[in-house]
């Protein structure tokens, strides 16, 4: 064997490795546990003194490792100027930042899919405009399910249309390396066999909104919480994933709300962690919203 082939072999095992060594750590990161929070109307959040800082210290306390932020700047140079600065100190902190998209009706084809897709668009050529510290990934909340015609228990006539939002949505993102997240309520999981495998191999992970088991004046005591919060998250996931066995589908974080537990959410969480961690379709938990603990002037 020549010295040349020697060398051009060498060089290409090289190449191969540090290609690999280039995708675990997002391998990894993929796959670890996530504790997620939605920062809304993120320009005001921003424009508060040391609104940055108080997110940070925020996600430091809750133990927090990604945030969803409702990205839109409409070309405001101020806005994405703290956007960067955002990003940079979450990132200085392991703390991945998602860009929040929301839509009622991008499942239907045409400018109202296309309109999204522009949003999606934005936020690739924002991380061109930052490539050392641009967003991690998109997080979507779209709910065609809030109009007239979709409502309704077993009323899934907006899935297919909906599913194809996220392929379009997906297939853009992923050129960029971002990754795709979508919210999605309980009744998407009640499908039939095709209609959930339909769901869940379009996107790598989706947030299950598991809103309004409880309430903080129900009179329940705070094990009785856990134990329907327990039952509730257990039963979602078997029904998620019942006669499915293919190992691509989208993982499932759960997402719990302020409203419905208020002070004793952290314990909630945890006891989700504890109740769900076992399950290999599991991802971790999130909750609804910052904007609450601001709210109440935490």
């Not at 297919?160 to 960029?176: I, K, S, T």
């Not at 302020?258 to 002070?263: I, K, S």
């Not at 952290?266 to 599991?282: E, F, G, I, T, V």
Request: charged share 25%.
């Amino acid at each position: 064997m020549s010295k040349l082939n020697i060398t051009a072999r060498i060089l290409l095992w090289g190449l191969l490795c540090g290609m690999i060594q280039s995708f675990l750590p997002a391998m990894a990161q993929d796959n670890a546990t996530r504790h997620g929070t939605w920062v809304w109307k993120s320009s005001s959040v921003l424009e508060a003194p040391q609104g940055a800082d108080r997110l940070l210290r925020f996600c430091q306390s809750e133990g927090i490792n990604e945030v969803y932020v409702s990205a839109a700047s409409h070309g405001d140079a101020s806005i994405e100027s703290r956007l960067v600065l955002l990003i940079a100190l979450l990132h200085r902190s392991n703390i991945r930042v998602e860009a929040l998209l929301s839509s009622t009706d991008a499942d239907e084809a045409g400018e109202h899919r296309e309109k999204l897709l522009d949003h999606v668009r934005e936020i690739v050529q924002f991380n061109r405009r930052h490539p050392s510290g641009g967003f991690d990934g998109i997080h979507l909340d779209i709910e065609p399910q809030q109009r007239p015609e979709n409502k309704g228990p077993g009323n899934l006539r907006f899935l297919p249309g909906l599913v194809d939002a996220y392929r379009a949505v997906r297939a853009q993102a992923e050129r960029a390396r971002l990754t795709v997240n979508a919210d999605i309520q309980n009744k998407l999981l009640k499908g039939d066999l095709a209609e959930r495998k339909m769901l869940l191999s379009s996107l790598p992970r989706f947030t299950l909104m598991l809103y309004e088991l409880s309430s903080p004046n129900d009179g329940d005591t705070t094990e009785r919480k856990m134990e329907k919060l327990r039952a509730a998250s257990q039963r979602f996931l078997s029904m998620a994933y019942e006669g499915l066995n293919d190992p691509n589908l989208a993982k499932m974080l759960i997402a719990l709300r302020t409203p419905d537990y208020g002070g004793l959410l952290p314990q909630m969480l945890k006891a989700l962690d504890d109740a769900s961690r076992a399950n290999p379709h599991y991802q971790g938990w999130a909750r609804h919203s910052y904007n609450d603990v601001l709210e109440a002037g935490q």
